[in-house]
């Protein structure tokens, strides 16, 4: 998993709330293994019919369309469980999903593959998808940098909002861990464990051979 530290790059406002992992990723996308999820990212938002662009939608519009942070509504990624909207999201190139409020599940399958989901008041994500929609208009780039190190937002004027990550979520992500990761890198308090328990409730582990 790729490590997670200070990233800089073009923000993408799609300010709606509620969207959901059905929108993200659409049902066609999760009927083969060898589909480019990036590309199928929002796929009835991006496409028409026969495939071709839909021009007004903000990730096909430049400079959106190199997008690595995406600033949304509340309750981003609610409805089903589904992980590959967080794989569709990795694939596309949008390591960072700044709102007000995620969807439970969601949130921890972004922690879990690499994504940083940033909580940020609903006034401030509302202001910063405004500038940011408006930044190209006034001849500027839409970009700002989420810095996980120090748990700040630098907005386009400059400014910093803060952001909690757990304590845990904050340590696998700067060293690119995955649970897995997480799990070996336990191994000798693991056995640890297992030796005291052993000692303590030996009939649990009776030689069953």
């Known amino acids: 998993m790729e490590p997670f530290t200070v990233v800089t790059g073009v923000a993408a406002p799609m ?35 026969d495939g071709s662009e ?3 939608f903000i990730l096909n519009r430049p400079p959106f369309r190199q997008s690595q942070i995406l600033v949304a509504g509340a309750n ?9 909207a967080v ?6 190139g949008i390591r960072c999903v700044i709102a007000p409020s995620f969807a439970d599940i ?23 998808g405004t500038a940011l929609a408006h930044a190209p208009k006034d001849g ?10 120090r748990c700040v937002v630098r907005l386009l004027d400059g400014r910093e909002l803060s952001f909690d990550v757990p304590a845990e979520r904050r340590a696998a992500l700067l060293q690119g861990l995955d649970e897995i990761d997480v799990i070996l ?14 000692e303590q409730h030996p009939w649990i582990y009776l030689d069953r051979a």
């Open 185 to 198: 890198g336990m191994e000798s308090a693991i056995a640890n464990f297992q030796k005291m328990d052993r």
């Open 54 to 56: 839909i021009p007004e």
């Open 140 to 149: 500027c780039e839409p970009q700002i940098t989420v810095d996980l190190e």
């Open 87 to 92: 794989w569709a999201l990795l694939r596309f």
């Open 106 to 128: 969601f949130r921890e399958n972004a922690y879990q593959n690499g994504l940083l989901p940033v909580v940020i008041g609903a006034d401030d994500c509302a202001a910063l």
């Open 15 to 49: 300010m709606i709330p509620n969207i959901n992992t059905d929108a993200i990723t659409p049902m066609a996308a999760g009927r083969s293994t060898s589909v480019d999820l990036g590309k199928m990212m929002f796929n009835n938002w991006r496409y028409n019919l």
């Open 76 to 84: 981003f990624g609610c409805g089903s469980s589904r992980e590959r």
